[in-house]
């Protein structure tokens, strides 16, 4: 509900005018809470019913250890992310807005399962493999691994082994990944989720020259999964500049002048170096002439 709030002073029987008028309202509390689990990234997508009065919710899960994780959202649903395996959480949901909070919501819970332990996942760099393995149980005939991107795009693969090959899989995506004794991906007999990520080739590669400087500025496209990137510009005399940096650019100085200089820039995850660009437009090269501050590109 919307309530109008004013003051007024009081002295014996005289009273003051009005304050001015002061909208404020309450959010009702979110009804029908409920949730299901993501097994693959051990996520818990919760769901409510919108409530009065609110322009936000926020949703928490509590497990009796301590260990808690939450989300916050505008509507349903929401998901909440990186809980424990093997661990049982209670979950409720509270309405906001920007006066106050109302209070959480029937509870309700949600157990994760987890059974399975030690199981590895690497990928060859610059390809669409993933190699899982994972100790082998004596009574599980078969084993299912199913790896899930950020998009929620799945990949699987079944073994009666202890090792399987995950087939097209996608750079520049993290993935989450587990290993279930069953074709049941919720069942109890399986692992904690493994994730990998592997960086793309930088591209949209651009060239800002620099004339005062003698040099240039080298900018590209974002990955979200590199740790750093590797810049090397070799010009036609054998000059050569680096540059190693964090960010998604790199500034050049001190190029020799009327030289053209072939740019790589590699991607640097945690266990990959990307392949090195050119990328379209390819064989970017500067030609900056000293004597008139012109700079001459060509691809």
């Not at 078969?142 to 699987?156: F, K």
């Not at 960010?247 to 090195?276: K, W």
Request: hydrophobic fraction near 30%; charge should be negative; charged fraction near 15%.
């Amino acid at each position: 509900q919307h309530y109008n709030i004013t003051v007024i002073s009081v002295r014996d029987t005289c009273e003051s005018k009005p304050s001015a008028v002061v909208a404020s309202s309450s959010p009702c509390v979110p009804t029908k809470p409920s949730g299901h689990l993501d097994c693959v990234s051990n996520s818990a997508w919760v769901t409510w019913t919108p409530s009065a009065g609110a322009t936000s919710y926020f949703a928490l899960g509590i497990a009796a250890s301590g260990h808690n994780s939450s989300c916050s959202s505008s509507s349903s649903p929401c998901e909440v992310a990186d809980l424990k395996c093997g661990t049982l959480y209670i979950f409720h949901v509270t309405a906001i807005n920007r006066h106050c909070s109302s209070n959480h919501s029937i509870t309700f819970e949600i157990e994760t399962p987890c059974a399975l332990e030690a199981i590895s996942a690497t990928t060859s760099c610059n390809s669409n493999t993933i190699l899982v393995e994972w100790k082998q149980m004596l009574d599980s005939p078969l084993y299912l691994v199913t790896a899930e991107a950020e998009d929620q795009r799945q990949i699987s693969c079944n073994s009666s082994s202890n090792w399987c090959i995950l087939q097209d899989a996608r750079c520049g995506l993290h993935y989450s990944i587990i290993v279930s004794a069953s074709s049941d991906k919720c069942s109890s007999l399986r692992s904690p989720p493994t994730k990998i990520k592997t960086p793309c080739v930088p591209s949209n590669v651009t060239t800002v020259p620099l004339c005062e400087s003698k040099g240039a500025v080298v900018s590209w496209e974002k990955s979200s999964v590199a740790l750093s990137y590797q810049l090397t510009a070799t010009g036609q005399d054998g000059h050569f500049v680096d540059c190693n940096n964090t960010a998604n650019n790199c500034t050049l100085s001190d190029l020799h002048c009327g030289q053209r200089y072939n740019l790589n820039i590699t991607a640097v995850g945690e266990n990959c170096t990307s392949y090195p660009s050119p990328c379209p437009p390819s064989n970017l090269t500067v030609d900056i002439d000293c004597r008139t501050n012109y700079a001459s590109l060509s691809w």
